[in-house]
């Protein structure tokens, strides 16, 4: 296609990555994770909380590169970067919690210059572990959620998975069982390590990863999507605010600096697009629903409004129950919903239920039916969107698109014999990864090649669906990108939405995070959740 054609076809799905006023919720009971309770009398004497530590700065230290300070607020009404609001300051407070003892991970390597060793699996310690944990107490009211009556999600969903069981694998024994089980080998592992060590040896003094200033009329703040993709990274591992493992400190500022950027009157993560807001309300409600910290829970749900106040209906029926570019200071491109930003909020809707919160009955099966109509069966892959002039276009949807609306499927209850499932694995499988280099742009949008956004979708919807689509992509993914790292952890960027998120020589945390989520893949979700297996 001519310069023309591709910079109309280059919508991005991923530029890091942002719903009426609801009844408030009384208080539920939530099950605990596999995680030791805040009053577990076995618990470790009670340090003061991280998260108040980074609210107050006091976590700057050696995981913080001393060459990256802090950036000046952007003066006029862009500028979200200030000093952390009242409300984050309380959320900080309230977050000052005991601590529970260290989490240790059972592949571990020393820090030494170059790539680190990883020792292999112990297959002697492979059971599931102690008997479960203390239950944690009431979550406090005062969501501005409501408080649904449980029920289906659509046709063909299944009941929802427990909240005790969603996170297990990444913790003891069962994360080596989950990465033997689903074929992870010491090298994607490794690969996973070092990936996180340089993104620790690259946070900004402020928490924050990426170029604070890099604004993008389109776009917005990349920091905020570029940051919360990392604290993604970070708590695929297992590392949270308060693991106590290596990475908890780098986690907690970053949660803090996400929290910071909050706007506590709508919700919003600073002047980020949809794409930034989805992913920061994705990287809370993980976090809350790893921590069960109670500070997390009325930021997540400021988020979550904003999510649900921004879902259709439009006047177009397919575009009903899906998310387009939504941000409060930056104009959307159109009134077209996108398969892309719709995916980023059915995972942080999911995640928020999966930790305890109960969503209006009607968001999930609405973003079910936009994802339903977003299939193109002649062709078999989902669009990205239904505009005309794409459609039209030389690059009528864009590869990440199909297994993205086909992994939201799998969530919301499909399993892989759904048609559109199966064909979307067909279309995914088919563009598996060949090789780590930049491709051209036909082959980028066409063949799925050089496209790490593509890639981390395909990993999930693959996984998710299991059997010969998980073992044929398995095998590109566990040997092509352990094999393109780079010796500092770091993954190169190669492609155009590495540009567009900032990446460079001396920050590569988009593409750095994204792939070590595809190759957390073994681990970041717990056995029950793939019943359509």
């Not at 000093?83 to 260290?102: K, L, Q, S, W």
Request: with cysteine; glycine share 10%; hydrophobic share 40%.
């Amino acid at each position: 296609p001519g310069a023309g054609v591709a910079a109309a076809g280059r919508e991005a799905e991923v530029q890091p990555v942002a719903t009426g006023a609801l009844a408030p919720r009384s208080a539920a009971v939530v099950a605990a994770p596999d995680l030791p309770s805040p009053g577990d009398p076995a618990a470790a004497p009670p340090p003061a909380s991280l998260l108040a530590r980074a609210a107050a700065g006091d976590l700057a230290g050696p995981a913080v590169r001393p060459d990256r300070p802090a950036a000046p607020a952007r003066p006029g009404p862009r500028s979200q970067l200030r000093e952390p609001t009242p409300v984050a300051a309380a959320a900080a407070r309230a977050f000052a919690a005991p601590a529970r003892p260290a989490l240790p991970l059972p592949i571990a390597g020393a820090t030494v210059p170059g790539r680190s060793p990883a020792r292999r699996f112990d297959r002697g310690e492979l059971g599931l572990g102690a008997a479960d944990s203390p239950s944690i107490p009431a979550a406090p009211p005062g969501s501005l959620l409501e408080r649904a009556a449980t029920g289906p999600l659509g046709p063909g969903a299944r009941e929802p998975a427990r909240p005790a069981s969603a996170y297990s694998n990444r913790f003891g024994p069962a994360k080596a069982k989950a990465l033997e089980q689903f074929g992870g080998t010491v090298e994607t592992e490794r690969a996973v390590a070092d990936g996180l060590r340089y993104l620790a040896s690259i946070q900004n003094a402020d928490g924050s990863f990426g170029d604070v200033e890099l604004f993008d009329a389109k776009y917005g703040s990349m920091y905020v999507g570029k940051t919360a993709l990392c604290v993604l990274a970070f708590l695929g591992a297992g590392h949270t605010p308060v693991s106590g493992t290596e990475h908890s400190r780098v986690v907690a500022r970053a949660i803090a600096r996400l929290l910071a950027a909050q706007d506590p009157a709508t919700g919003a993560f600073g002047d980020s697009s949809s794409y930034g807001h989805g992913i920061a309300s994705y990287a809370l409600a993980e976090c809350h629903g790893l921590t069960r910290d109670p500070a997390l829970l009325p930021p997540l749900e400021r988020a979550l409004d904003w999510i649900l106040q921004n879902q259709g209906p439009r006047r177009d029926r397919r575009n009903r129950g899906g998310w387009g570019y939504f941000s409060p200071q930056l104009p959307p491109e159109d009134d077209y919903a996108r398969v892309s930003v719709t995916a980023w909020m059915v995972m942080a809707l999911e995640s928020a239920r999966l930790s305890g919160i109960e969503l209006p009955p009607a968001a999930l099966s609405r973003a079910r039916e936009y994802l339903q109509l977003s299939f193109d069966a002649p062709d078999g892959w989902f669009r990205y969107n239904h505009k005309p002039s794409r459609l039209a276009s030389a690059w009528p949807t864009l590869p990440a698109s199909t297994p993205a609306g086909a992994f939201c499927l799998l969530l919301l209850g499909s399993d892989a014999a759904d048609p559109m499932v199966a064909a979307a694995l067909d279309y995914t499988v088919a563009r598996r990864p060949e090789a780590y280099r930049r491709y051209s742009d036909d082959d980028f949008v066409l063949r799925g090649q050089g496209n790490v956004y593509f890639w981390y979708y395909g990993t999930l919807c693959c996984f998710l669906a299991g059997g010969d689509a998980w073992s044929q992509w398995n095998e590109r993914l566990r040997t092509v990108l352990p094999a393109a790292q780079a010796r500092d952890g770091s993954f190169p960027p190669i492609d155009t939405y590495a540009r567009e998120a900032g990446d460079g020589r001396r920050d590569r945390s988009y593409t750095t995070a994204m792939c070590v989520l595809s190759l957390e893949v073994y681990y970041r979700y717990f056995t029950p959740l793939l019943l359509g297996r």
